[in-house]
Structures are given as C-alpha cells and as structure tokens.
T-cell receptor, first 110, second 119 residues
Framework: TQLLEQSPQFLSIQEGENLTVYCNSS?????LQWYRQEPGEGPVLLVT?????EVKKLKRLTFQFGDARKDSSLHITAAQTGDTGLYLC??????????FGGGTRLMVKP | GAVVSQHPSRVICKSGTSVKIECRSL??????MFWYRQFPKKSLMLMAT?????????EQGVEKDKFLINHASLTLSTLTVTSAHPEDSSFYIC???????????????FGAGTRLSVL
C-alpha cells in the first residue's frame, strides 16, 4: 500500500510570510499532483509534476518533485489571505488511482 | 481544465431513504470515474472506482450494497446511498480522468462535491 505523509497538518501564518508544505513517501510515484480545496468545494488541480527533480512555478507557488519521485514540496512566497485553504498532494500510481496525503490546512491571517 | 459537474450540491434526507448523486464529465469522455468520501477537516478517502460498462471496484471496507455505483455512459456515473442513516452523513466527491488530456499523468478532475445530511 502506497502512503503519502503530508506535513504540517495545520499552518497559521500572517500575510506576507513564506511557507513550505511537504509530501513524503517511501514509494515511487509516476506523477505527483497538488490540489487546493476550499470549504464545501471539490479539490482544484494546481499542478502536476512527473519528472524527478522537476520544479514548476505558478506565480507565488513553487512545486518540486524529488529526484527519486518519492517526495514533493510546495513553497508559497508572500502568502495572501486568498491562499487560505486545504492543500492536498496526491501521488499517481498503478490502476489510474491517486494516493492522497492527509492534507495541510493553511490559514493566512491579514 | 476539464469540467466535472456533480449534482446535487447539498441534500437532506430522512433516515431509511435512498439518495442518488450524479457525476458528469461535461467536455470530455471519462471511462473511469472515482467516488470519494471526505470527513470534516480530513483528506479524501477513495470509496470506489467506477468503470464505464462494467462493475465498480470498491475499496476495502466500503459496502457495495450500501453504495451503489452505475457508470452507464462515458459521461455519467451515479452513486446511490441506499437506506441512508445518520452515519452516512458526509461530503461525497466524484472525479474523472480525461485520458486524452491527462495521458499517463493520472490527473483527476473533481466535481464540487455533495454534502449529504441524513436526519
């Protein structure tokens, strides 16, 4: 069974601060997705990384896939209140399925 | 990105009744759809994989007679919660794969979810 450990579980910061969310596993994934979910809504795809060592940037968000494709990180620069939400990493494996991390609940205070 | 529509967004029902939730891929064909359950402040828990034209594959611990899944077309999967009880109250989310756009990347596009409250 593939498991993804996501940390921290909860993060409360002030607007303007930087933060990093981590997603770790002992398993290798063919791809790694990051989603953001707001209360009462479904997850929205932010990015997909597929190559070991890959780095993708989406405005103030930087995503990195580990060289061995077992871990990933999401770094947010100068967080804004609109970044508040639940961030989920998900690893793609066999059978078209995704393995989800436990989620990181981010609250950015003004 | 691909659009997945889920309906209804919220449903309140009496204990013992059945509730049907629909999941539609609006601008692509989805041979595979997924049904998840999410508890408050928790991550998504996969319930079952819905395959067009065949039986769904249920995860361990999920009662197939309780949660009936039908995937009769390439754009529609339904989840029916039969004889619902208060413990079935939860947030149910569907997702779909767009093979043409996602390829081997295992990307899933999610519906907005259905909040089920059983009284």
């Amino acid at each position: 069974t593939q498991l993804l450990e996501q940390s921290p579980q909860f993060l409360s910061i002030q607007e303007g601060e930087n933060l990093t969310v981590y997603c770790n596993s002992s398993s290798v994934f063919s791809s790694l997705q990051w989603y953001r979910q707001e209360p009462g809504e479904g997850p929205v795809l932010l990015v997909t990384v597929v190559t070991g060592g890959e780095v993708k940037k989406l405005k103030r968000l930087t995503f990195q896939f580990g060289d061995a494709r077992k871990d990933s990180s999401l770094h947010i620069t100068a967080a804004q209140t609109g970044d508040t939400g639940l961030y989920l990493c998900a690893g793609g494996g066999a059978g078209n399925m995704l393995t989800f991390g436990g989620g990181t609940r981010l609250m950015v205070k003004p | 990105g691909a659009v997945v529509s889920q309906h209804p967004s919220r449903v309140i029902c009496k204990s013992g009744t059945s509730v049907k939730i629909e999941c539609r891929s609006l601008d692509f064909q989805a041979t595979t759809m997924f049904w998840y359950r999410q508890f408050p402040k928790k991550s998504l828990m996969l319930m079952a994989t819905s395959n067009e034209g065949s039986k769904a594959t249920y995860e361990q611990g999920v009662e197939k007679d309780k949660f009936l899944i039908n995937h009769a077309s390439l754009t529609l999967s339904t989840l029916t919660v039969t004889s619902a009880h208060p413990e079935d109250s939860s947030f149910y989310i569907c997702s779909a794969r767009d093979w043409l756009r996602a390829g081997a990347k295992n990307i899933q596009y999610f519906g907005a979810g259905t909040r089920l409250s059983v009284l």
